[in-house]
Nanobody, 124 residues
Framework: QVQLVESGGGLVQAGGSLRVSCTAS????????VGWFRQAPGKEREFVAT????????SYADFVKGRFAISRDNAKNTVYLQMNSLKPEDTAVYYC?????????????????WGQGTQVTVSS
């Protein structure tokens, strides 16, 4: 069973940058894809980005393309989400989750294990 812990959230001004991390324990980290999702107050959880097991393929939601970058370091059991040019509408709790599927998926139901989330707040 994979356990995921997010870190690195915080308060940043609009236009700024932040990097959040997702560190895994248990299981074999290199055998799972990892995705980032976010949930703002009163809204449903939405897909942000995902990376395959080897890190060779990534996918992004349209609203973060060109601003966010997902990467992973399997030696450190960690996935990163670098967030640049942040906007107030990026404010949300950011969650990472793991999936055993071998193809890219953006569906929350395809992710089995979830972290507790980290708050990202972007001030205007």
């Amino acid at each position: 069973q994979v356990q995921l812990v997010e870190s690195g959230g915080g308060l940043v001004q609009a236009g700024g940058s932040l990097r959040v991390s997702c560190t895994a324990s248990g299981g074999t980290f290199s055998s799972v894809a990892v995705g980032w999702f976010r949930q703002a107050p009163g809204k449903e959880r939405e897909f942000v980005a995902t990376v395959t097991r080897s890190g060779g393929r990534t996918s992004y939601a349209d609203f973060v393309k060109g601003r966010f970058a997902i990467s992973r370091d399997n030696a450190k059991n960690t996935v990163y989400l670098q967030m640049n040019s942040l906007k107030p509408e990026d404010t949300a709790v950011y969650y990472c989750a793991s999936s055993r599927l071998t193809y890219i998926t953006t569906m929350t139901r395809d992710y089995n294990y979830w972290g507790q989330g980290t708050q990202v707040t972007v001030s205007s």
